[in-house]
């Protein structure tokens, strides 16, 4: 340990520095913060999926589904009637957004009144008191709807209001007919995201005809002979799973999205490693000698190490602590985000809770101290260095970094290759990836003092900048305080490397979401089924649409959703002709040949399927896909770019579907209309003659086009938010550099003063500075920046979504980011060229 | 060169309490000479020389070199006064680190505006004439505590002021080579026939003097006997 009064010196340096030890702490509360709240939007997201989805199962132990999520009621009949089997209740699930809740979205769940008390723990009540025989009676009124008592306590629903459901575009009114609560902790949270009604209503307003979402089983442990004579009765296309295995397979689905949001946020610690670094570095430095001295008085290495490491420890508790407030303020915000973005684009959560646990806490504290811990580890072995005399020598330390240089330069190229060679591995394990990205981030810091010498040298030499003032003072500071500025420079340059590194992902995904929404959305308007899940509209009205003037072709499209199995989750899309203009990644012939093979039975999938099924382009591919006339195998003859399905899409002719699915149901139909009529007038007109009759909705290209592109700007909202954390850190830093290196300097100053600078010429020597520090900074930012855009776009995202993205590098981005750096430290040296240049002289020269 | 001090007061302000270094303090040194002054640690030598410079303001008073009154001056005009007129040469770290040598020699000069080649030679000519011809390109760092005071010198001189301001430029250097400092200071200072005021406690710099002043209680006087 430290001895107090060793401590009492250490201490003293910091009281004195007050600003500096401020900003320590904001460096690693920012870092915190962060992690702390990704942390939480990530297991929010975990817990609400839990609530929305898995709590509701009760003493369930199997289900039946099928395929296409839909079972027909007669399978139902079959298992209760022939097989005489009790324990099973059917299920009829989907969404809806009710009016006088916000148009929040709940799940709607239609039960059976007389299966439901075996499985799951709800009580009822429409009068008197809670009782799951209350339950059964009042699940015996059709037409009317149950919620959970929380809720409509706290948004004052009575019994006996209507309440407005949509579904699609179809509206509802419903009353609330009693009230639901369970003495089962989870079940009671996951009420509050549900609505229940009987099995034929939830029909009624789901659209579903005579169909069933599944039914849930009882089946004791070990008895297979029950589920073998169950699974014998059932249709191909239908399966036996357990609820676990079907919520995993769900839940997996965003987990790349939640990891590389994580790696996100551990970005964002580690540009705030290099602000603690940065500052505990001129923390040793600027007490040199103090340090010399205390060993001259025999003050061991190991004490002096200690002290540093300890001093940073101490500040990162307190900044840690600071974060994890800070975290928690700023998680409020990140989980709506990340929910918001998770039912966008995988799944609905209709509970959405905020998850804190102390689990959070303690690790994103641990996060804290050890990022605290590394970030000092170099300062304070550099403090051990320090040798036992009183006036330790700049030039000595000077003359070290210049000696170090070479190996400091080879080390960075060792380190470049280090990360490459990691980068290069073909592996999912995104690990990997980060962490050849952090070899690569470490190795162009290291490159840093040899490349800034470099540069201003060749300035100093090629402008002939041969006044020792101004810009050429500045640039000699620069380039002979090296183990100063290079710190502060790349510092900076990572800051602002990332900034450019992620701007340029976002564009390039940007860019090509809007490039693939031109080619995809080509028709000029959707009709589609009410139904995320299973979209149906009734074949008739192909033939009234015929009717309505100005549409010239229609293109039908059937599509549904895996249900169960190896592809859950994949949406299949059966075509009677091609109107997209797809962008192949491998396709088996040319045009012709392709959609021979294509009309012949082959299948078309999109890239995240192909990737995520190991398929590559070449020929072979095939997948098995589980028809209604048992599992069937279609060979792969094209892979295509496509950013609407997050687990994949596979798309086949519609014949080919017809064939085996025995479906010839449509689910949209995509219109184009004659150039002279507008699309408003025709949606108008589709409106007013066909809204009575079927359920569907309706969209032009343009506004489809825009909620793809909103949905894309949400998603990444937390990566701009990242982005302008990291320029704050940015400048925090270069602020605190320029500080530390200012107060360093102040006897030099006070004799530059003395003997005859003025404060004009002093500030512009420190503003010079500055603004080569961000200079520089920016850069050497540009390529790190970019190679870090790269490894995010082709193996970051190719890795955790299998997207493979057009490389955008938009100029902006470049002079965005050398603008911020300079921006950043221009501004940053304000404040301490006027405190220095307001410093009386004599106390300057009084200084050492 | 005329350098007078009228009822100079200075004092400090130390945890509240007042700590008078000068009251009415009157004092004139004679042009063209060299002068020391002498005087207990903390007895106010660096002060009084810090108001001469104009790097210091009297509480009251007025403190005139040449024809001007520095306590009347702006921050600006007193900053290009030490630029043009005075030379200071520190006790310790006068070398700005980072430039070598011969631009620390240039850098006075180099504050009003780019420099030509007749500068360059001046500066030179001075570094040959301290003797450090063949370190013009170090950097202030590898030279030794002697030779670094020798670039102090040197700048001082290069911009040709008429007033130089020592304080202890001895103090951190051995006996043997404080005497050689001084020796070559005294020279030069002749030669070019400036005014140097110098501020010691060692009694080492008397042999050079001209005239020699001691400070005590906040009095100047001058020293004629020193035995
Ligand atoms: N900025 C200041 N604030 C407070 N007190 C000061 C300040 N500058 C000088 N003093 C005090 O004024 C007195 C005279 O200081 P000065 O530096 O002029 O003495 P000195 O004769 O040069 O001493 P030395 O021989 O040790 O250099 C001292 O007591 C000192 O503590
Ligand atoms: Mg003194």
New interface residues.
């Given amino acids: 340990m430290v001895s107090k009064s060793l401590l009492k010196i250490g201490f003293s340096y910091h009281r004195k520095h007050l600003l500096q030890t401020f900003l320590i702490l904001i460096g690693i509360a920012l870092g915190v913060a962060v992690v702390v709240a990704i942390d939480i939007a990530n297991s929010s997201v975990s817990r609400s999926f839990q609530l929305s989805t898995e709590s509701l199962t009760g003493r369930t132990t199997h289900q039946i589904i099928g395929s296409q999520a839909r079972i027909d009621e007669e399978v139902f009949r079959t298992l209760r009637v022939d097989l005489g089997h009790r324990k099973n209740a059917p299920i009829v699930e989907g969404y809806v957004q009710i009016k006088e809740l916000g148009m929040r979205t709940m799940k709607l769940l239609g039960v059976d009144p007389f299966s439901e008390r075996h499985f799951r723990n709800i009580l009822g009540r429409s009068s008197s008191k809670f009782s799951s025989g209350a339950l059964t009676g009042m699940l015996a009124q059709p037409g009317k709807l149950l919620i959970s008592e929380d809720l409509a306590l706290k948004a004052g629903i009575p019994t006996g209001k209507n309440l407005t459901l949509f579904f699609g575009n179809r509206e509802s009114q419903i009353e609330v007919y009693g009230y639901l609560k369970s003495q089962d902790n989870l079940t009671q949270q996951a009420l509050s995201g549900v609505i229940i009604t009987d099995i034929s209503t939830a029909q009624e307003i789901l659209k579903m005809g005579n169909q069933i979402s599944r039914i849930d089983l009882i089946v004791k442990e070990g008895d297979e002979a029950t589920l073998k004579v169950i699974g014998k009765i059932l249709p191909p296309d239908i399966t036996i799973v357990t609820p676990q295995k079907r919520s995993q397979s769900i839940r997996q689905m965003s987990q790349s999205f939640e990891l590389n949001l994580m790696a996100m946020s551990l970005l964002a610690l580690l540009v705030g490693m290099f602000l603690i670094y940065n500052t505990v570095t001129f923390a040793v430095v600027q007490r040199r000698k103090m340090l010399g001295i205390l060993r001259s008085l025999g003050v061991t290495r190991k004490e002096v190490f200690t002290l540093i490491i300890f001093e940073t420890i101490i500040f990162g508790t307190i900044g840690s602590i600071l974060g994890l407030g800070l975290g928690v303020l700023l998680g409020q915000g990140t989980v709506h985000l990340v929910s918001q973005s998770i039912s966008d684009l995988y799944f609905v959560l209709s509970v959405k809770v905020f998850d804190v646990s102390s689990f959070h806490l303690i690790k994103a504290m641990g996060l804290g101290l050890l990022a605290s811990f590394f970030s000092a580890l170099f300062p304070a072995l550099e403090s051990i260095q320090i040798a036992p005399v009183v006036a330790q020598r700049r030039s000595s330390l000077e003359g070290y970094t210049a000696r170090m240089l070479p190996r400091l330069s080879i080390g960075g190229l060792v380190l470049l290759a280090i990360g490459s060679a990691v980068l290069i591995i073909e592996t999912r394990q995104l690990v990997f990836a980060f962490g050849g990205l952090l070899f690569i981030v470490f190795g162009a810091a290291l490159l840093v003092p040899f490349l800034s010498k470099i540069i201003a040298s060749a300035v100093l030499n090629v402008f002939h900048v041969r006044s020792g003032l101004g810009i050429g003072l500045a640039l000699r500071n620069v380039t002979r305080s090296l183990s100063r500025s290079a710190v502060s420079i790349s510092a900076l340059m990572i800051a602002v490397s990332v900034i450019i590194g992620v701007g340029i992902m976002v564009e390039s995904f940007r860019y090509s979401v809007v490039d693939w929404l031109k080619n995809t959305i080509k028709a000029d308007i959707y009709i589609v089924g009410v139904n995320r899940e299973f979209p149906v509209i009734e074949t008739s009205i192909i033939k009234r649409l015929a009717e309505i003037p100005g549409i010239k072709e229609q293109y039908i499209i059937r599509s549904f959703k895996i249900a169960s199995g190896n592809y859950a989750g994949v949406s299949v899309m059966a075509q009677d002709r091609e109107i997209i203009q797809r962008k192949w990644i491998w396709k088996s012939g040319d045009k012709k040949e392709l959609y021979a093979q294509f009309s012949g039975g082959g299948v078309f999938v999109s890239e995240i399927f192909a990737w995520k099924n190991g398929m590559g382009a070449g020929f072979g591919n095939s997948i098995n896909l589980m028809t209604k006339k048992g599992l069937k195998t279609f060979p792969v003859v094209g892979i295509f770019q496509d950013f609407s399905s997050r687990q994949g899409m596979i798309v086949m002719d519609s014949r080919v579907y017809k064939k085996y699915w025995l479906d010839s149901r449509i689910s949209g139909i995509a219109l184009t209309i004659n150039s002279s009529v507008p699309v408003e007038s025709v949606m108008e007109h589709i409106n007013q003659k066909l809204a009575a009759d079927y359920h569907f909705m309706i969209s032009s290209n343009a506004s489809i086009r825009k909620a793809a592109i909103d949905v894309f700007d949400r998603t990444f909202t937390i990566t701009i938010a990242l982005q302008i954390l990291a320029a704050l850190v940015a400048f925090i830093g270069v602020f605190n550099s320029i500080m530390s290196m200012m107060l360093e300097r102040t006897r030099e100053i006070g004799i530059l003063r003395a003997s005859g600078m003025t404060r004009i010429q002093l500030w512009r020597m420190v503003m010079a500075e500055s603004g080569i520090i961000g200079g520089l900074s920016g850069i050497f930012a540009l390529p790190l920046g970019t190679a870090l855009a790269w490894i995010l776009v082709y193996i970051i995202n190719k890795r955790s979504f299998g997207w493979s993205l057009d490389f955008v590098v938009e100029y902006h981005h470049f002079i965005q980011a050398l603008g911020i750096s300079v921006l950043a430290s221009l501004t940053a040296g304000v404040y301490p060229s006027y405190k220095i240049g307001k410093q009386a002289i004599v106390d300057a020269l009084r200084t050492e | 060169m005329r350098i007078e001090l009228r009822e100079v007061s200075k004092s400090y302000l130390e945890g509240g309490k007042k700590h008078n270094i000068f009251s009415d303090l009157t004092v004139k040194f004679t042009s063209g000479c060299f002068s020391v002054l002498l005087g207990k640690s903390g007895s106010g030598k660096s002060t009084l020389l ?1 108001l001469i ?1 104009g ?2 303001i009297p509480d009251s008073g007025n403190v005139y070199v040449g024809n001007e009154n520095l306590s009347q001056m702006s ?2 005009n007193r ?6 007129k ?1 030379g ?1 040469i ?1 006790q ?8 070598t040598v011969m ?2 020699t ?3 000069r ?2 009003d505006g ?2 030509d080649k007749e500068q360059r030679d001046i500066a030179r000519q001075i570094l040959v004439e301290v003797g450090l011809e063949e370190r013009m390109n170090a ?4 030279l030794s505590g002697g030779e670094q005071q020798r670039v102090a010198i040197a ?1 001082a001189l290069a911009y040709d002021p008429p007033i130089i301001l020592a304080d202890e430029p001895t103090g951190n250097l051995d006996h043997e080579t404080g005497r050689s400092v001084l020796e070559m200071m005294a020279r030069l200072i002749r030669e070019k026939g400036k005014t140097l005021i110098i501020a010691t406690h060692s009694e080492e710099a008397i042999a050079f003097a001209d005239d020699i002043y001691r400070i005590e209680s906040g009095l100047i006087k001058p020293v004629s006997d020193l035995t």
């Fill in positions: 810090n410079g790097i210091d921050d600006y900053t290009l006064f030490r630029r043009r005075l200071f520190f310790f770290f006068n070398l700005i680190p980072t430039l631009e620390n240039l850098l006075i180099e504050l780019p420099v950097m202030p760092d590898n700048r």
